[in-house]
């Protein structure tokens, strides 16, 4: 059976991703793994206020519960999802990256993600 590390492993191997990290809630670390220069801790602990803007404006346009965000920077993008009500899951990528890919994948196997938290 596949584990939360395999899980981080298979994403952190796809072609333009610099990191792939799972975390709680809280922000804190359950498994990742990064490009040696980016600090996987650091990294966790700015998700959960970004979640809690989302999760705010969800509620305030009547959209429902929070899923994905995605965040575009100059140097690439992140891709933010909710896997269980307890943790999430955070990509980083180039600007080369597949992007479309990634997020069809994730939501086609979000369930089989959550199985693994």
Not at 30 to 51: F, N
Not at 98 to 116: F, P
Request: hydrophobic share 55%; aromatic share 2%.
């Amino acid at each position: 059976m596949a584990t939360i590390r395999d899980l981080v492993s298979a994403l952190r191997r796809r072609e333009g991703v610099d990191a792939a990290i799972v975390l709680g809630r809280d922000g804190l670390l359950i498994d990742g793994a990064a490009e040696r220069a980016m600090d996987a801790d650091g990294l966790a602990a700015h998700v959960p206020p970004m979640v809690a803007a989302a999760i705010d404006m969800g509620v305030a346009s009547g959209r429902g519960d929070f899923a994905l965000m995605v965040l575009e920077y100059g140097a690439g993008t992140a891709v933010v999802t909710a896997v269980s009500p307890e943790a999430l899951l955070l990509v980083l990528l180039q600007p080369s990256a597949n992007l479309a890919a990634l997020l069809y994948e994730l939501r086609r196997h979000r369930a089989q993600i959550a199985a693994l938290i």
